[in-house]
């Protein structure tokens, strides 16, 4: 029986959505993604990943 591969993710359990964003201040996903995250092709997951450095670097901007 073939072995599935743990799902990426890019939790840091800081769990805590940014107000004016809503976005996660750990990881940068929304709600929705985070709540969808186990039912998405990796590469959906993979295109997400991608565009978390840039709305973590938003989110720190604006927040200071």
Do not use: F, N, Q, Y
């Not at 029986?1 to 800081?14: L, N």
């Not at 805590?16 to 929705?32: A, I, W």
């Amino acid at each position: 029986m073939p072995v599935k591969s743990a799902i990426k993710t890019p939790c840091t359990s800081v769990c805590s959505v940014e107000p004016e964003s809503g976005l996660c201040r750990g990881c940068g996903r929304s709600c929705d993604e985070i709540a969808g995250w186990i039912r998405m092709s990796d590469d959906e997951r993979d295109r997400i990943m991608a565009a978390l450095p840039d709305r973590l670097a938003k989110m720190e901007a604006i927040s200071g």
